[in-house]
């Protein structure tokens, strides 16, 4: 899946998994490794629900970050 911040919400949004995964609430979600960028099982968040998206198309999961966002002061962002 894909996570995606959502600006100032304390709140994470994965899409883009699996129609068939068994994502559920209370799942850690941490880094495939799959973009060679980031390390394999980096936690980033714990599932704390899911909902179909937009049109009932997809599955959509709110995350929980681990870390405080609104209170980093650097960070590094990465273009390919």
Partial sequence: GVLLGEGKAATLTMQFFASGANVRKGDL???SG???LLPVGLPLGRVIG???GDFGLVKVAT???LANLNSMQNVLVVLR
């Fill in 29 to 31: 979600v941490v880094t």
């Fill in 34 to 36: 799959l973009d060679h």
């Fill in 50 to 52: 899911t909902h179909q």
């Fill in 63 to 65: 995350v929980a970050p």
